[in-house]
């Protein structure tokens, strides 16, 4: 009937401006987390930095490391940070800083591990840069959570990656044999990045595809496609 066509052309019309606020909501309530967290990473980057221009450099260098490993910005300031301060002293450039970052993004994507997993591994791998040598329950979580980290580490030492608990033991990897062991596989590392991108660029592109498309059907099912944009 005629009134309740009104009904229902009433509810639509009241459910498409509440998804309008719902939205508008949701923008300022996602610019003002994105606002803090860039504030938080750049508070991070700052107690590595001496002057502005360092600031810049590495502020500048995280996000492109970020954008180009499809890694998230937070996670890539951290890993920054942590080489800064693990390598202080060691005659590192920040060019140097910011190559090893990106390529231990790169292996940590390589790798297919959990990102929890990956980010504990990266704690005590910086832990273990930081005292100098890799050993006892940073060397353990390197190699239990960070696979492709441990195959570098023992393709530059000519060993297996078993045989490297004994040279952890021995006290062996230290600083600077890991970081060397890291920038030597970098290329390799970087080549596997680029295959593993490509079949996720493609497995997102098909996944976002077929969304977009279920969306759209639904929409137009239920009206609430007209309702919002009119």
Do not use: C, H, P
């Amino acid at each position: 009937s005629a009134a309740a066509e009104r009904s229902i052309s009433s509810l639509t019309s009241s459910l498409g401006m509440l998804l309008k606020s719902a939205a508008t909501i949701g923008t300022i309530s996602f610019g003002l987390k994105a606002s803090d967290e860039l504030t938080a990473i750049d508070s991070k980057l700052r107690t590595v930095t001496d002057t502005m221009r360092e600031f810049q450099i590495a502020q500048s260098g995280v996000r492109t490391a970020a954008r180009a490993t499809n890694s998230t910005l937070a996670s890539t300031a951290d890993t920054y940070r942590s080489l800064a301060r693990a390598m202080q002293g060691s005659g590192a450039s920040q060019s140097d800083i910011l190559g090893l970052t990106k390529t231990l993004n790169q292996a940590a994507i390589v790798s297919g591990e959990a990102a929890e997993s990956i980010n504990a591994a990266r704690i005590q791998l910086m832990q273990g840069l930081s005292s100098g040598v890799l050993r006892g329950e940073e060397f353990n979580s390197v190699t239990e959570q960070w696979s492709r980290l441990a195959q570098s580490i023992a393709k530059y030492a000519g060993v297996t990656v078993g045989q490297l608990r004994v040279m952890a033991n021995d006290g062996k990897l230290t600083s600077q044999m890991v970081v060397a062991a890291i920038k030597a596989d970098a290329d390799a590392i970087a080549s596997e990045y680029e295959k593993v991108a490509m079949r996720l660029d493609t497995a997102f592109s098909r996944f976002s595809e077929s969304l977009k498309q279920l969306v759209g059907k639904l929409a137009r099912r239920s009206g609430l496609s007209s309702a919002i944009t009119g």
